[in-house]
């Protein structure tokens, strides 16, 4: 079973920080460019950061510039989204994904992705 687990979420305080991962199983994920997105109440999945499979990375969200950070250890099977300086806005669902065959870069649109894992709550205290 081709399967994406999102795992680290949590809640922390304004300026605080939390490492997500995305555990792949069944298959490969150094193949596949990785994304990260989020999800607040109420708002649009959006797309926050993603890697390629050469590790570079692409930043589609700009309130996160700088404070996020993207990495992917292949020999894990792992993608990790580093989150420092946190703020209230940041709160909300995180989704990786799997971009689909035939894509070879990165996207920030959710349709360019066809694995998604479950979603992993981030909230971020006043």
């Known amino acids: 079973q081709l399967q994406l687990v999102e795992s680290g979420g949590g809640l922390v305080q304004t300026g605080g920080s939390l490492r997500l991962s995305c555990a792949a199983s069944?298959?490969?994920?150094?193949?596949?460019?990785i994304g990260w997105f989020r999800q607040a109440p109420g708002k649009e999945r959006e797309g926050v950061l993603c890697i390629n499979r050469n590790g570079g990375s692409t930043t589609y969200a700009d309130s996160i510039e700088g404070r996020f950070t993207i990495s992917r250890n292949n020999a894990k099977n792992t993608v990790y989204l580093q989150m420092n300086g946190l703020k209230p806005e940041d709160t909300g669902v995180y989704y990786c994904?799997?971009?689909?065959?035939?894509?070879?870069?990165?996207?920030?649109?959710?349709?360019?992705?066809?694995?998604w894992g479950q979603g992993t709550q981030v909230t971020v205290s006043s």
């Open positions: 994904a799997s971009v689909r065959a035939g894509y070879v870069g990165c996207s920030g649109q959710t349709y360019a992705y066809d694995k």
């Open positions: 069944g298959f490969t994920l150094d193949n596949y460019a």
